[in-house]
C-alpha cells in the first residue's frame, strides 16, 4: 500500500509539472529523494519517471483530439468534398509535418547520446542550474516582449523553418534535464516571434510523438522484464499523471490568455535555489 501512495504522488507531481513550464524532471528528482520506492529493480525508476508520461500525454490526445485527429471519416467531417481527399483534414496534417520537422533535431541526438548526457548532466547542479537559466530566461523574454505584437498567431502560420527552430529549442531540454520540454518550447517560440496561446498549443502537440519515442526508447531499454509490483506501479502513477493532466492542461490555457509566464520564471529560480542547496547539504 506504501508503494502505491507513492506511485500516486508521482502521478501527481507528473501531471502537474509535465504540462507548466516548471520542469517535471527537477520535481520528479525531489519526490525521488523524499519518496523512493521500495522492492524494485535498479534501473525501475529511470524507466518509470519517463513512461509515466504518457499518461500526461494521452490527456492532450483525449482534449484536442478534433484538432489533431487528420482524417475525416463521418459524412459531416466531409461535407462539401469529394474524393480520396475528402478524407484528409489538410491543415491538420501540414501540421504534423510541421511537428515532425521540430522533432528532428532532439530524436537524432537522443538516439545517439541519450546515455551520454544522462550520465553527464542528470545530477544536481546542473538540473538546478537548468531551472535557474530558463527561469531568468522566462522574466528576460517576457519583459522583452511586453508590447509586442507576434507574427504568428495561428497554428497555421507556423513554417517549417519555424518548427525546425523550435525544435531546436527542444534539443535544449533534451541534452539538460531541469529545462522542461514545454520551457524551453515556448521560450523559444515567443523569442521568434510566436503568441503565447499558439506557443503552448504547439508545445502541447509536439509533445506526443516526443514522449511516445522517449518512452518506448526506455521501455526497450528496461527490456520489459517488470515484476507484478512494478507493472502495478507504473500504471497506477500513468493513470494518475492522465487524470490530473486533463485539469492542468484546461487551467494553463485558460491562464495564458490572460497572464504571462513570469510567475514560473520566479518559481523555477526559487526551485533551482532549492535543488542546488539539497545538492550542497544532502546529496
Not at 163 to 175: D, E, N, R, S, Y
Not at 235 to 255: C, H, K, N, P, W
Request: aromatic share 16%.
Amino acid at each position: 500500500m506504501t508503494e502505491i501512495i507513492k506511485a500516486i504522488v508521482y502521478g501527481l507531481v507528473e501531471g502537474i509539472t509535465e504540462w507548466l513550464p516548471i520542469s517535471s524532471t527537477g520535481h520528479l528528482i525531489l519526490v525521488e529523494e523524499l519518496l523512493p520506492f521500495s522492492g524494485t529493480s535498479e534501473n525501475f525508476f529511470d524507466m518509470f519517471d519517463v513512461v509515466i508520461q504518457l499518461g500526461a500525454i494521452l490527456a492532450v490526445v483525449v482534449l484536442f483530439w478534433n484538432r489533431i485527429w487528420p482524417f475525416a471519416l463521418t459524412r459531416r467531417e466531409r461535407a462539401g468534398r469529394t474524393g480520396a481527399a475528402s478524407f484528409i483534414k489538410t491543415d491538420i496534417l501540414k501540421l504534423w509535418f510541421h511537428i515532425l520537422v521540430s522533432c528532428v533535431p532532439a530524436a537524432v541526438i537522443g538516439v545517439l547520446f541519450d546515455d551520454v548526457f544522462d550520465a553527464l548532466f542528470y545530477n544536481y547542479f546542473c538540473v538546478a542550474l537548468a531551472l535557474i537559466v530558463f527561469g531568468v530566461a522566462f522574466l528576460v523574454i517576457e519583459t522583452w516582449n511586453k508590447g509586442r505584437s507576434p507574427r504568428i498567431t495561428r497554428l497555421a502560420d507556423i513554417s517549417y523553418q519555424t518548427a525546425l527552430m523550435i525544435g531546436v529549442f527542444q534539443l535544449i531540454a533534451a541534452v539538460f534535464p531541469g529545462t522542461s520540454r514545454s520551457g524551453a518550447t515556448i521560450v523559444g517560440a515567443l523569442l521568434i516571434g510566436v503568441s503565447r496561446t499558439v506557443a503552448a498549443e504547439y508545445t502541447f502537440f509536439l509533445a506526443i510523438p516526443v514522449m511516445f519515442g522517449a518512452s518506448l526508447l526506455k521501455l526497450v531499454k528496461f527490456g520489459f522484464d517488470f515484476t507484478g509490483q512494478e507493472l502495478a506501479l507504473l500504471v497506477i502513477g500513468t493513470v494518475v499523471a492522465f487524470v490530473v493532466s486533463l485539469f492542468v492542461l484546461r487551467f494553463l490555457m485558460e491562464y495564458i490568455k490572460k497572464h504571462d509566464f513570469k510567475v514560473f520564471g520566479w518559481y523555477r529560480i526559487a526551485l533551482g535555489a532549492l535543488v542546488l542547496l539539497y545538492s550542497v547539504f544532502f546529496a
